[in-house]
């Protein structure tokens, strides 16, 4: 199975900081047909994850350009800036190139 | 406005079986890939099941093969999760995700499974 480990665990920011989160993975995601199927998704308090990024670094629908997907191969990171409220919560990276469909552990980001 | 709703959770005892249901609307439900997903308390996400359009293919991960089954009605845009031989360590929220190429586009606000004596 690929396993996906995020750093760090947890996060502090201060209201419109930057901020970085980390995931890799223990084997290459790039899919047989050339993409790369590693996504994001954000779990506010007590609610259901929502979409960001699909295949590295494309925004979901709706989702602030303030959000930022880049990596390749087996190292990704997602930036985050100018930080709002609305971004508290918990990070996950996920794969969906290789079965079984596997998640990282989740970064929290918490406010400093 | 894709929405995806949840229902059949419960309390239940090891061993025994339950079954999920979602209600989605708001986009062709017949013509997306759909999974289940889910989360221990205070845990992290697990993926537990997919099915194609049809719902000729299926996928799981060795943690539930062989005692879950996902399926649906296209005709009612359903999804299902049947679980059979329940354990203490299948008590998560299960969600329900459309599924948009190989990312989970929507999620549904989960349905709650506990299995405890």
């Known amino acids: 199975d690929v396993v996906m480990t995020q750093t760090p665990v947890s996060l502090s920011v201060s209201l419109g900081g930057q901020v970085s989160i980390s995931c890799r993975s223990s084997?290459?995601?790039?899919?047989?047909?050339?993409?790369?199927?590693l996504s994001w998704y954000l779990q506010k308090p007590g609610q259901s994850p929502q979409l960001l990024i699909y295949?590295?670094?494309n925004r979901f629908s709706g989702i602030s350009d303030r959000f930022s997907g880049s990596g390749s191969g087996t190292d990704f990171t997602l930036k985050i800036s100018r930080v709002e409220p609305d971004d508290l919560g918990v990070y996950y990276c996920?794969?969906?190139?290789?079965?079984?469909?596997?998640f990282g552990g989740g970064t929290k980001l918490e406010l400093k | 406005e894709v929405q995806l709703v949840e229902s059949g959770g419960g309390l239940v005892q090891p061993g025994r079986s339950l079954k999920l249901s979602c209600a989605a609307s708001?986009?062709?439900?017949?013509?997306?890939?759909m999974a289940w997903v889910r989360q221990a308390p205070k845990k992290g996400l697990e993926w537990v099941a997919t099915?194609?359009?049809?719902?000729?293919?299926?996928y799981y991960p060795d943690s539930v093969k062989g005692r879950f089954t996902i399926s649906r009605d296209n005709a009612k845009s359903s999804l299902y999760l049947q679980m059979n031989s329940l354990k203490s360590e299948d008590t998560a929220t299960y969600y329900c995700?459309?599924?948009?190429?190989?990312?989970?586009?929507?999620w549904g606000q989960g349905t709650l499974v506990t299995v405890s004596s």
């Open positions: 996920g794969q969906g190139t290789q079965y079984p469909w596997t």
């Open positions: 995700a459309n599924l948009n190429n190989l990312w989970f586009a929507y």
């Open positions: 084997q290459s995601l790039v899919h047989n047909n050339g993409n790369t199927y």
């Open positions: 295949k590295v670094s």
């Open positions: 099915i194609s359009t049809s719902g000729s293919r299926t």
């Open positions: 708001g986009f062709t439900f017949s013509n997306y890939y």
